[in-house]
């Protein structure tokens, strides 16, 4: 995969959480994703992440996605983002540490 095509794959992967379509959203991971929060483990399993985003994309309509900077190199994609329009104002910023492997994201690694 070039990475023209990471860095495709990856915005689309973003304007599907904009746009709070959560089928679409999972297309781009793999199966057997692993999500970590500063290095430690976010969801234990899939139910989890289905559930976290499902809740999420419910109270979060209208949210924005900036990306503030990217790297990619190898099979990652590393991104500055701020999220902001969240339902209580809330603003987050993190690096986010996309790993893709063939047409998937196998991993996603948020660094708060």
Same mark, same amino acid.
């Given at each position: 995969?070039?990475?023209?095509?990471?860095?495709?794959?990856?915005?689309?992967?973003?304007?599907?959480?904009?746009?709070?379509?959560?089928?679409?959203?999972?297309?781009?991971?793999?199966?057997?994703?692993?999500?970590?929060?500063?290095?430690?483990?976010?969801?234990?399993?899939?139910?989890?992440?289905?559930?976290?985003? &499902?809740? !999420?994309? #419910? /109270?979060?309509?209208?949210?924005?996605?900036? %990306?503030?900077?990217?790297? *990619?190199?190898?099979?990652?994609?590393?991104?500055?983002? &701020?999220? !902001?329009? #969240? /339902?209580?104002?809330?603003?987050?910023?993190? %690096?986010?540490?996309?790993? *893709?492997?063939?047409?998937?994201?196998?991993?996603?690694?948020?660094?708060?």
């Amino acid at each position: 995969m070039s990475n023209i095509q990471k860095h495709a794959l990856i915005d689309k992967q973003i304007q599907a959480y904009v746009d709070t379509d959560l089928d679409e959203f999972l297309t781009f991971f793999s199966p057997e994703v692993k999500f970590t929060k500063n290095g430690g483990e976010f969801f234990k399993n899939h139910d989890e992440f289905l559930n976290y985003y &499902r809740e !999420s994309f #419910r /109270a979060n309509v209208g949210h924005k996605v900036e %990306i503030l900077d990217r790297m *990619i190199f190898n099979n990652y994609v590393v991104d500055h983002e &701020r999220v !902001s329009g #969240r /339902a209580a104002g809330q603003i987050l910023e993190a %690096i986010v540490i996309y790993t *893709i492997q063939e047409d998937k994201i196998v991993a996603v690694d948020f660094k708060f």
